[in-house]
Each structure stands twice: as C-alpha cells, then as structure tokens.
C-alpha cells in the first residue's frame, strides 16, 4: 500500500510538542537541581555495577527480609529507571528517597548479603560483591562506601602537559545531501554513523573491522532501503571517513528541521560472550539535567520546536523547554519499540534490548531521537554478521521498516 504523506501529517509531532509549550507558558517551577544520575544498573551473578553520569556523595547499603531484598542509598545521586538483573538478583527497581538520595532495591532470588564493595578510580561506578548466605545470617546493617576524594580536588597548578584540542561544535558545518523524493512534505530521517576520523571507535579482535567503518557501511545500507522505498528523505551526518563533535551531529539534524534521528554505534565489551543489540533512548534524570543546563545558557534565545523563547523569563524557558523535551523523549521510546520489533525479525536483540542513557547524540530537545547499538565488535559473530553483505542488508530493512511505520502511525493518528 502506498502512503501519501502530507506536510499536515508530518507536523503532526512538531505540532503537539508546541501546543505543549504554549500551555506552560503561565506556569513556574524550580530547575532542578544537578547531581550524579545513575546512568546504568547490571546484576549479573555475584556482582551488581551501577554507574553514574556524574559524581555522587557516596552510597550505602542495607538488607531486608519477607522478602529477601537489599537496598542501596545513594547520597547526592539521582534516580533513573529500573535495570538488568540475572543471578542471585531477579528484579530491580529505583527511586528517589529524598531530594539528596536515590534509592535501589534488589529483589533477590535467594538470601545473600553485600561483602565488599567499592568506587572505580574516577569516582562514576560502583562495583558491589554479594555472596549467598542462610536465611539467619542475613546481617541488618549497613555498609558505607565512598567514592575517591581525590576526583573533588582541584589539579596542579604547575605542571606541563600535551593537549590535543577535539574542536568545538559550530553551526557553520556543512549540511549533507537529501536523498529520496523532492517532496518537502515527506518525513526526513537523519542517520549517524558513529565516530570517524582520528576516532576509530570500538577495535574488534576478531579481523580488525573499526567501529567506524561498520557504522558508516550501516548507515549507507539504511539509507539506500529508505530511498528504493521512496516514503522518506534521508540525510547522513557524515559519509565518509569524517570527525564530527558529538554536539554537531544531532546539530545537523536540528538545522535540518529532521523528524527523526538515528545514531548507528557497535559496541565492546570484556566479556567476548556478549552480543545482540540494543536500543538507547535518553533517560528521564539525563533530560532533567539538559533541560537545566540549556535554560541556564546564555543563548537560551534559540527557537524551541517553533517557539522563540527570546523574551521568557528564566523559569518560563525552563518549563518550555522541559515539556518540549519529555514529548520528543515520549516519541524517541515509542519508537525504540517499534524499531525493536521490526527489526527483532532480522537480527538478534540483547534480554533487555531498550535501555536509557544520558549519551550527547540524545539531547536535541525537539528531534525524537534513538542510539542504536548494533551488535558487540567483541562478539565473534556479531563481527561476522555486521560485516557482512547479508548482515547489513537484514539491519537496513529492519530498520527501514520502523522507520516506515513510525511515519505511518502518526499519519494514521493525524
């Protein structure tokens, strides 16, 4: 069946996101304050990690029983959303107990206590050991751990030191070719292949294939599919072997005024086992803190979705902002189901295959937007499937087929 998109139907998101806006303009509130946010939660057999975005204070932890549980206090942290759990932990949930804590508890499988924990060198995780005990040995106390002190201090003044600058993100880049149909009424997707230049990325061990390269193979795949379907505009951020600062990348989708934007990464891991791939969507807390920081900047004048926000007061912009971003990230999760479920059929997915963070690509505050972690380059098959001709060609038409039915849906919801 062919659909006939319409600039009407494309508005649609632009559209709802701005009556939003509009609506809080005679509300106020208080910016919220920063603090570590936990990024991410990983129980795996013995061993829980929990990383954060930031620093935070320290953390503590304490049992529970009937049931079984542990509870982790988190000072100076902010909460974010559930975790993975397998092994003696069968279930996470978090939350904030106070406005200086953030609250874990682990649902356990069977009884088991904290024994030994501590805070990596630069201060932004915090690996714990838990060991299987009796039912009456379950101690009810507490164990503190606080993260290096040395991350708070201020650095030596005199020293001498080689810098290599990165550059700063400016509006001034070159905006990529349009591919597909002349039609300014059809949906534009903005696809970004991860890293580039100086920046290989991940390094496989098996063959040598480069993060950079396999992204960029990707992204040109998805593109050509959307193009023979002919129901999209298609932009790459870069496509060739091209650096591009984190900042510019969803800059460009911006300035593109694109419906949607997709980052390709393949990610690393320790463990050569761990493969499938993953959907990343900005977390909640993360977007709290963006939203905090854009209102408190200095250009805060740029215009928002459609609304300038030149002459709103400091709170006003704040609201506006904060609004226009949780409805882009309402869209971006909805979508990071969708892309889960078409593409499910054509490549493996990890248990958990959605999962929120604070990465720099996600914060657009006005252009729903999904990292997509394809696979693990430390995966042997993973390599072999990204790598390949059949395996590339089986990640653009799953994409491409949520990509056709997200558009789809909300012209069905016009």
Do not use: C
Request: proline share 4%; net charge positive; hydrophobic share 40%.
């Amino acid at each position: 069946m062919k659909i006939n998109w319409t600039k009407k139907g494309r508005g649609l998101h632009k559209r709802t996101m701005a009556l939003a806006t509009i609506l809080a303009s005679a509300l106020l509130t208080i910016n919220p304050a920063l603090a570590g946010s936990i990024s991410q939660i990983e129980a795996n057999g013995s061993q829980i990690t929990i990383s954060f975005d930031d620093l935070v204070e320290g953390a503590s932890t304490f049992s529970l029983v009937g049931p079984d549980r542990i509870a982790i206090d988190v000072q100076g942290g902010k909460a974010g959303h559930g975790g993975y759990a397998n092994g003696i932990v069968k279930a996470v949930r978090q939350g904030q107990y106070d406005p200086n804590t953030a609250r874990i508890v682990f649902d356990l499988d069977r009884p088991a206590v904290i024994t030994d924990g501590s805070f990596s060198d630069d201060g932004k995780s915090l690996k714990l050991r838990l060991q299987s005990v009796g039912q009456n040995q379950i101690a009810i106390g507490r164990l503190s751990f606080l993260p290096p002190v040395k991350f708070r201090a201020e650095p030596p003044k005199n020293i001498y030191s080689v810098k290599v600058p990165l550059g700063k993100p400016l509006d001034s880049v070159r905006l990529p070719k349009i591919y597909g149909p002349n039609d300014l009424s059809r949906p534009l997707v903005v696809i970004d292949a991860g890293h580039g230049g100086h920046d290989p990325g991940a390094i496989s061990p098996h063959g040598n294939a480069r993060e950079k390269n396999v992204t960029l193979a990707i992204a040109r795949a998805i593109r050509d599919r959307l193009v023979a379907g002919g129901r999209v505009r298609v932009a790459l951020t870069r496509d060739s072997d091209e650096f591009l600062v984190l900042e510019e990348r969803y800059g460009i989708a911006r300035r593109l005024d694109a419906d949607l934007f997709m980052s390709i990464h393949a990610d690393a891991a320790g463990n050569e086992a761990a493969s499938g791939a993953t959907v990343y969507t900005l977390s909640e807390v993360a977007s709290d803190r963006e939203a905090a920081k854009l209102a408190a900047r200095e250009n805060k004048a740029n215009i928002i979705n459609g609304i300038n926000l030149g002459g709103a007061t400091h709170d006003v912009s704040s609201i506006l902002i904060d609004l226009t971003q949780r409805e882009t990230m309402n869209v971006s999760a909805d979508f990071a189901k969708l892309l889960h479920r078409e593409s499910s059929r054509q490549m493996t997915f990890r248990k958990i295959p959605h999962r929120y963070a604070s990465f720099v690509v996600l914060k657009a505050p006005d252009t729903p937007s999904v990292l997509f972690e394809t696979g693990y380059l430390t995966n042997k098959d993973d390599v072999e499937f990204l790598n390949s001709r059949q395996g590339r060609t089986k990640v653009a038409a799953g994409v491409a087929s949520a990509i056709e039915s997200h558009f789809a849906r909300k012209l069905a919801m016009r």
